[in-house]
């Protein structure tokens, strides 16, 4: 029986001093039938140098423009050609069983998504933040199949926008059309939202097989006001784009309530970023969020501090 083709879909910019761990591992996997496309968005270093050391074990796309991760992931899916889908951001890098049990798992219980474990490491003296946030075992049991609303409800109580933590089939993407916004930081929030409400199946692995660095100056750690303001303004066009998503007509209740919850997570996000005041003036907008749904976010954040 042939083993199905997974497409490992790696956008770089500027990562002259990661890439060839990023890419080293994933070469190094013990899982046999793997297409590696590598899209890069317009790097300034040698980056591209050093990847076309590998161009005999990956498939790389130079571009020569800058349109940000969402674009390049995007690009990537066009391109893939396998069953399923894995996304590795290029700073980072993957234990060498991690495809195979993946694929077993996922071939095994004909789940349309597999997520698994993650553990971060810090460089350069960046503090981490969060170190738990990417162990899911506290909601999510070890190899249980999950379906219906029950599925729903582990997928929210667990949310994690990366994309690195999970194995999604190919025709889930095709079907429902899902894809990552372009032009704005923290694009997975959007793209994730949507593959947690697509996905009829899911298991999960509680494995750690995604190692994620945080380094100075990623999107993780940057701390600059220009920074903050882009932030923001990205996260207000994910809400305005989940706002659309959330008004379909052939959305359950349970996906429209879904929806709403991660509505809500933004918008409080959006509450208290570390912008000028001027500029949340913007938040009045947003005709989605109601009154009641402000009460419960108050009443949610009391119940955090008790």
Sequence with gaps: MSKPLVSVIVP???????VEDCIDSLISQTYPNIEIIVIDDGSKDATVYLLNQYKDKIKLTANDNNKGQGARRNQGIKLAKGEYIYFVDSDDWIEKDTIKELVEQAVKTGADLVRFNGKAFSEGGVTLKKEGQYNFSHQLEHKKVYTGEDLLDKNRRSFSASPCLY?????VIDQHNLYFLEGVLHEDEYFTTRVFCAVESMTYINKPHYNRRYR??????????????KSFESYLKIF???EKDYQRP???PAQKQFIKRQLLSVYNGLQQADI???????LKELKSVTF??????????IKQRM
């Design 12 to 18: 770089t910019y500027n990562v002259e001093r990661y």
């Design 167 to 171: 194995l999604i089939k190919k025709s």
């Design 216 to 229: 100075v100056a990623s999107t993780m750690t940057e701390q600059s006001n220009l920074h903050k303001l």
């Design 240 to 242: 305005k784009a989940l």
């Design 250 to 252: 052939e959305l359950k």
């Design 276 to 282: 000028h005041p001027v500029n949340k003036r913007k």
């Design 292 to 301: 009641k749904d402000k009460v419960f976010l108050v009443l949610a954040k």
